[in-house]
């Protein structure tokens, strides 16, 4: 049973029930009104006549005639008549015997309606005072109007029951189907929500508790679609590391598994053997160069770091030192420019960072270009920087250059770069040394990363 | 037997892929990217290309875009193996599709599908006396029919189409003989002395101490 079901059926038990009991009270309140009124009446037309009737008894008497029950019943008659007009039965008793209306046996029809409408008869019967105490005056009043009027009303309840339970059902339908809309919008926005679409909303504007409802109902639907969002970009994010983690392992992989069988099992020449060696050499370096970074990435993540104060010129000239030879292979100049004597960090981890980007910079300059490597200090800060002017990146790639195996080359060839793990190396760093990194670059014109080192004189940072 | 076209960025990749197919007797050329296939193909004709989906400049699906109305079959080499990456290439046309790392005899035995399913594979082997006619399933040595039981035509054929290359008996068995067959490694050996007695292959047959057999061909 639904809810406006269950209202539609209370409401209208309910209605129909609180009018039919006041209504059924009012009638019976008016019922008894109306017979005290008719009873008072009845009293006091029964008195007027008694009176009548004894002071006419009494001018008779007084005349000197006697009350023989002829002239009674004369009288009696007279009285009778008069009052039949009005609708009002009178009988004259003498001791206890009727003497007025005089019976006959013709009028024994009239006897039986007479007496099928004998409920709705009122009867007052009263002696008269004395000296008449022997005769006794009966009035009867046939109320039968009033019994009809009841019947009246009755049959009116009835019909007015019929037609106002019919109309009160449609309007309590309709109001309450207006009522109970936003309800029904909300289920079924909650329906498609749960079946998957999250971008649905209510639209719903009342400033009713509906209206609420709706809107604490699409707050939390913004906020599931944004976490839904969220996790199937990590999801994407992951598998994207999981494909670029693959193609890193594979690539080598299969050179090694396929020159090794070459050597096994092929019939070549001295050569071709020599060649062969050397790419299983090569590329087990690249897997194990690959081991060695994921391994770093890992051991940077748990283990706290030792800061020492880290002499700059020495940690410029260790960086430089390493990469000198690739950098003179590529036709590339390198600028050392420190204006701060030391920095707080670890000293062999600083070089690190310092020789992937130096790589990084490597890759993206053309020969001729100039990698500089600066220290200065900025707001209390001891800033490392290293600065190219080579082919710099798009946005999309400044977004996901930190990520783990990200390769802004889609074909992630040798022949441009290694594994994809510099800069997530880099920010690992960074990270250990609770030092913020930014990274600036313009497609076509180049790219610079900073880290933010505490100075030496400041105090070195909790770790 | 076959001219193929070799597109693979990866310098060792590419090497040890066209020294293999030296080795079984096909020639071949290299690219290092994608956008050099086009004008390639359009100077040397190719039976086949082997083609890497990661490459730089123009991508492995890009190239089977741009080389599509020339019809030369294309097998995909690739490290992902991600089923919607596959679907693609069999949508563009790709003949097959291989996933790093990969087993040579595998890639040399899908080359042979595509070229036999292309009719490249190369239908007269002759070396030295011996001439095989594959379409023919015909042997002669001297211009003089030799017969071969079916099984030793199929052991033969899979020794011409890998040779140069040791094949393990357990892997002639699977060749030659189909995966679900339960004999014994002596099978073989049986075998390739009845192969070497017939064709006089002695010396050409090599056996391969602790592996298996090797036809040795001057390449």
């Given at each position: 049973m639904k809810f406006w079901h269950k209202i539609l059926l209370a409401v209208l038990v309910l209605f129909i029930a609180a009018l039919d009991v006041s209504v059924v009270m009012v009638m019976k309140k008016s019922w008894q009104l109306n017979m005290d009124s008719e009873s008072k009446r009845a009293a006091s037309e029964q008195l007027l006549i008694t009176n009548n009737i004894y002071e006419n008894l009494d001018s008779i008497q007084a005349r000197g005639v006697s009350l023989d029950p002829a002239l009674l019943v004369s009288v009696a008659k007279s009285y009778g008549q008069y009052y039949r007009k009005q609708g009002i039965e009178l009988e004259l008793r003498e001791n206890g015997l009727l003497l007025y209306p005089v019976q006959d046996g013709g009028s024994s029809g009239q006897e039986e309606v007479r007496a099928a409408q004998e409920e709705h008869i009122m009867t007052l019967a009263m002696p008269f005072p004395a000296p008449y105490e022997h005769l006794e005056l009966a009035y009867k009043r046939d109320i039968s109007g009033l019994y009809a009027q009841q019947e009246e009303l009755n049959r009116f309840f009835v019909m007015i029951n019929w037609i106002v339970g019919p109309l009160l059902l449609v309007l309590l339908y309709l109001l309450i189907r207006q009522l109970t809309k936003p309800l029904k919008l909300l289920s079924e926005t909650t329906k498609t929500i749960a079946e998957g679409d999250y971008s649905n909303r209510v639209k719903l504007n009342s400033r009713d508790e509906f209206g609420e409802l709706a809107f604490n109902f699409n707050k939390m639907a913004a906020v599931i679609e944004q976490r839904m969002s969220d996790l199937a970009g990590m999801a994407e994010d992951r598998q994207r590391m999981v494909d670029n983690l693959a193609h890193e392992l594979r690539t080598p992989l299969t050179s090694m598994q396929g020159f090794a069988e070459l050597l096994t099992s092929a019939n070549i020449g001295q050569e071709d053997q020599i060649k062969a060696g050397q790419y299983i050499l090569s590329e087990t370096m690249r897997l194990k160069n690959l081991a060695f970074k994921l391994l770093d990435l890992s051991v940077l993540r748990h283990q706290p770091l030792l800061l020492a104060e880290v002499d700059v010129a020495t940690l410029f000239e260790t960086a430089a030192q390493t990469e000198r030879q690739r950098i003179t292979d590529n036709g590339l100049l390198l600028h050392l420019d420190s204006s701060i004597p030391a920095v707080w960090g670890d000293a062999d981890l600083l070089a690190s960072f310092l020789v992937n980007l130096i790589e990084n910079a490597i890759l993206a300059s053309q020969p001729g270009s100039t990698i500089r490597l600066l220290a200065y200090p900025q707001d209390g800060e001891g800033v490392l920087e290293v600065q190219d002017s080579g082919s710099g990146m798009t946005e999309e790639q400044r977004r996901r250059a930190f990520e783990p195996f990200y390769r802004a080359d889609p074909s992630r060839s040798r022949a441009y770069g290694n594994a994809g793990l510099g800069l997530s190396l880099c920010r690992q760093i960074a990270e250990a040394h609770q030092a913020r990194v930014e990274l600036q670059s313009v497609p076509g014109q180049g790219t610079s990363i900073r880290i933010f080192l505490q100075l030496p004189n400041n105090c070195p940072p909790t770790l | 037997m076959a001219h193929i076209l070799v597109v693979e960025d990866e310098q060792p990749i590419n090497d040890l892929i066209t020294m293999n197919l030296k080795l079984v007797g096909h020639t071949y050329s290299k690219a290092y990217t994608g956008s050099e296939v086009a004008g390639m193909l359009e100077k040397e004709r190719a039976d086949l290309v082997l083609l890497d989906v990661m490459l730089p400049g123009l991508d492995g699906f890009g190239v089977m875009q741009q080389i599509a109305p020339l019809q030369i079959p294309v097998i995909l080499i690739t490290a992902r193996n991600a089923l919607s990456d596959r679907i693609r290439g069999f949508e563009l046309?790709?003949?097959?599709?291989?996933?790093?790392?990969?087993?040579?005899?595998?890639?040399?035995?899908?080359?042979?599908?595509?070229?036999?399913?292309?009719?490249?594979?190369?239908?007269?082997?002759?070396?030295?006396?011996?001439?095989?006619?594959?379409?023919?399933?015909?042997?002669?040595?001297?211009?003089?029919?030799?017969?071969?039981?079916?099984?030793?035509?199929?052991?033969?054929?899979?020794?011409?189409?890998?040779?140069?290359?040791?094949?393990?008996?357990?892997?002639?068995?699977?060749?030659?003989?189909?995966?679900?067959?339960?004999?014994?490694?002596?099978?073989?050996?049986?075998?390739?002395?009845?192969?070497?007695?017939?064709?006089?292959?002695?010396?050409?047959?090599?056996?391969?101490?602790?592996?298996?057999?090797?036809?040795?061909?001057?390449?």
């Open positions: - | 046309g790709a003949d097959d599709y291989i996933i790093k790392p990969f087993e040579i005899l595998e890639l040399l035995a899908r080359i042979n599908v595509v070229l036999r399913r292309n009719e490249q594979a190369g239908a007269v082997f002759i070396c030295g006396e011996v001439e095989v006619r594959f379409p023919e399933r015909q042997v002669r040595v001297d211009q003089l029919p030799v017969d071969l039981t079916a099984r030793e035509f199929e052991l033969l054929e899979v020794l011409i189409r890998n040779r140069n290359i040791a094949l393990s008996r357990e892997k002639l068995l699977e060749l030659a003989w189909g995966y679900d067959f339960a004999g014994d490694t002596r099978t073989v050996d049986v075998h390739i002395r009845q192969l070497r007695k017939k064709l006089g292959w002695e010396e050409r047959i090599k056996t391969v101490f602790k592996l298996g057999y090797r036809l040795e061909v001057q390449v």
